[in-house]
């Protein structure tokens, strides 16, 4: 089964809003990472954030991590066309070798 | 962009035939995974491999099979097609397994009739 779920499944936002989505997990993890797939491509990271670190940094990204709540958000902030993507959460657990995907959430830009 | 290349990017065949799908890689990565996309579903790990010849199952692995020889190529075979594996395949590569980021392949579109 899934371990990541995000929410919304979709969101629609005017450019120069931001965009919030949010990811729940269900075990301990070593660390959580953020993709953006664009229709059609592959999966491209975004950012990673251990289970040590409560946030994290990236251009117009910011990542937060609640351990206690089991729980990620990706904020991007000042929406552009550019943005509208399909965006992942994914989560790695301790002493393993793979990484276990959300259902995604699809973010629209309106210009 | 990462090194890696998938083939065929597109592919319709009928049931009951074999495929095999291929990634090729040029970083000289130690893993590399073998994902399906579908629609509500996300990405699920059909298998995985950790060094040459190293291989295991992921959470949807019935169906397929995988071979690694070299480093940088890791095969994935359908041994008997069928249409609940019409989807789209993704393959990708790490470094250091699920520590640090992966990088993606563009995809292979499969038809299944």
């Known amino acids: 089964s899934q371990q990541g779920e995000e929410d919304p499944q979709a969101l629609s936002i005017q450019e120069g809003e931001n965009a919030t989505m949010n990811c729940s997990y269900k075990?301990?993890?070593?660390?959580l990472q953020w993709y953006r797939q664009n229709s059609g491509r592959g999966l491209v990271h975004l950012i990673l954030?251990?289970?040590?670190?409560r946030e994290k940094h990236s251009g117009r990204l910011r990542v937060t991590l609640d351990t206690s709540k089991k729980s990620s958000s990706l904020l991007i902030t000042a929406s552009r066309a550019a943005d509208t993507a399909s965006y992942f959460c994914a989560t790695a657990i301790y002493n393993d070798y793979k990484l276990s995907f959300g259902a995604g959430t699809t973010v629209t830009v309106r210009a | 962009d990462a090194g890696i290349t998938q083939s065929p990017r597109h592919k319709v065949t009928e049931t009951g035939t074999p495929v095999t799908l291929r990634c090729h890689q040029t970083e000289n990565h130690r893993y590399m995974y073998w994902y399906r996309q579908d629609p509500g579903h996300g990405l699920r790990l059909i298998h995985y491999s950790y060094g040459v010849k190293d291989t295991d199952k992921g959470e949807v692995s019935d169906g397929y099979s995988v071979s690694r020889s070299k480093t940088e190529d890791f095969l994935l075979t359908l041994e008997s097609a069928t249409s609940s594996q019409t989807s789209v395949y993704f393959c990708?590569?790490?470094?250091?397994?699920?520590?640090?980021?992966?990088?993606f392949g563009q995809g292979t579109r499969l038809t299944v009739v």
């Open positions: 954030i251990r289970s040590n670190e």
């Open positions: 990708a590569i790490s470094g250091q397994g699920s520590s640090t980021e992966a990088f």
């Open positions: 075990t301990s993890i070593n660390n």
